[in-house]
């Protein structure tokens, strides 16, 4: 025969298992300073380590964002390549046209100093006759021979200041030819400089005492052979690049 208590207290008490006054059991309380545990406290300590070691691991790149970041690249890359060889281009391109330039102006400079300096000194050419101060067409496919001074002698050389100059067309290349002797005689070779590349046609003008232009000097319809210089000489310049040069020079 089983017997039934009424009283739950009783077993309570049976069990040293008591109430106290704020209704909770005796057995239930915790030691005073410490924290109440978690149910999935083992030991006391917490068991997250499996969540914190997720949260603590990087994220890595997808195929995807790895391809959309090299198509950026390339993209950036190749508009970077274009503008930079659209850069070099452009820089080659203004050194080319500042040395033909400079070759002008160098050119343009030499003939300035020997057109402005035409004196009135007939000479002697290679077969002993006597030629003008200016001559125009010259021998030998000579486009133009004259005497001019100014001809500088830094070594003090036995030697006029005076000199004999000639241009002449050498296919498409202006060449300055000079004598180291005013009166030229054989066996003296004729020194000759490159001027200008590129040059299709020059073309002289002169102007005689009657302000009149001649295309050739001395005049063919003079009366009497002429050996003074012109007071005036224009040469024209036709060029590849730079198109016609004409320049103007009073004597």
Not at 233 to 246: D, F, N
């Amino acid at each position: 025969m089983i017997h039934v208590h009424s009283n739950p207290g009783s077993a309570i008490e049976q069990r040293g298992l008591r109430p106290k006054k704020d209704g909770k059991p005796r057995g239930m309380q915790q030691a005073p300073g410490n924290p109440p545990r978690s149910p999935f406290d083992k030991g006391g300590s917490c068991q997250s380590g499996n969540v914190h070691t997720q949260t603590s691991r990087q994220r890595g790149f997808t195929l995807l964002e790895i391809i959309i970041a090299v198509g950026i690249f390339a993209v950036i890359s190749a508009l970077a390549y274009g503008g930079l060889n659209t850069v070099l281009r452009s820089a080659h391109k203004t050194e080319a046209v500042a040395a033909d330039l400079q070759q002008l102006q160098l050119a343009m400079s030499i003939i300035q100093q020997d057109l402005s300096q035409i004196t009135n000194r007939p000479v002697r050419n290679e077969f002993g006759e006597r030629e003008g101060a200016v001559l125009s067409p010259g021998t030998f496919g000579r486009l133009i021979s004259f005497t001019r001074r100014g001809w500088k002698n830094p070594a003090e050389r036995p030697r006029s200041t005076l000199q004999r100059v000639a241009y002449r067309l050498d296919d498409t290349t202006l060449v300055r030819e000079y004598w180291p002797q005013l009166d030229a005689s054989p066996g003296v070779e004729t020194l000759q400089l490159p001027l200008l590349e590129g040059v299709t046609e020059v073309r002289f003008r002169f102007m005689d005492e009657q302000k009149k232009w001649r295309s050739e000097w001395p005049p063919i319809s003079a009366t009497k052979k002429v050996l003074s210089p012109p007071i005036a000489v224009e040469i024209t310049l036709v060029t590849e690049k730079w198109g016609s040069i004409p320049r103007l020079f009073v004597l």
